[in-house]
């Protein structure tokens, strides 16, 4: 199947400039988001053309190799589009990245959650963690225990934030919304309440454990199967591992960032490995059989 042309799949004209690639991003990227379309493998594949047109496209560098060579500038190891995570890209345009998670973009400027009548529960933040593996663990899989620290539930309330017995009034700030609103020009933004975050509810007597959060920050530790032909860079995501929601809010997501050593024999080129090796002038002249290592162990190869 052809692969559709950036230009076209932004919307934009080939001499647009980069305030006009920029605005249609942002627009097509707010259409298209897999939290505004769950579900839709439709809408998910149409994100994922905007993001690496617009990897591409915002690059001065990049955009001059698209415009003269097309999607082949691009191949057999070029720096291009193929290894942008389209939701970094995201929050990188949109300045989400410290806050909780890719729904908590579209509740900060959508609203997220029910317009009247309570307020939305606030998600955890996602995150990101890295784990080391050898060259000889990717190319088998391994299981690797993994420790970090995150807000977990409070256990003394249970996540409620409030004191045994103690009772939850509307908040004032939003009205029991979760929500409020700001006007930017024209523009009306609504945002998470920053008194009650969101939950729409104040509480009269916090829980002493966690001062009313309904969560804490602690150690914990998870094991993680990283499957055989992982490659360097590789993200896994697992999740509800992530910060737990405050007050009873879902928790976010962990990201395992997976890197592979440096190996002393070989070089990895995607499924292949590269050795170098010294053979006698006799050897290479007149062939013969030499042993090569493996990841395996040593195995006998043919000279011709």
Known sequence: MSEKDYYEVLGVDRNASDDEIKKAYRKLAVQYHPDKNPGDKEAEEKFKQISAAFEVLKD???RRKYDQFGHDAFRGGGT???G?????LFRDVFGGGGGGGFGSIFEDFFGGGPSSGGGAEQRGSDLRVSVEISLEQAATGVEKEIKYHHHAECSQCSGSGAASGSGKTMCATCGGIGQVASNQGFISIRRTCPTCGGSGVTIENPCAECKGEGRKRSPTNIKVNIPKGVGDGNRLCSRGRGDAGPRGGPSGDLYVDVRIKAHDFFERDEDDLFHEMMIPFTLATLGGVVEV???????????P
Do not use: H, N, Y
Request: charged share 30%; no cysteine.
């Open 60 to 62: 001065g560098d990049k």
């Open 80 to 82: 291009g589009a193929g």
């Open 84 to 88: 942008v995570d389209p939701f970094d």
């Open 293 to 303: 290592p493996t990841l395996e162990g040593k195995v006998s190869l043919k000279i």
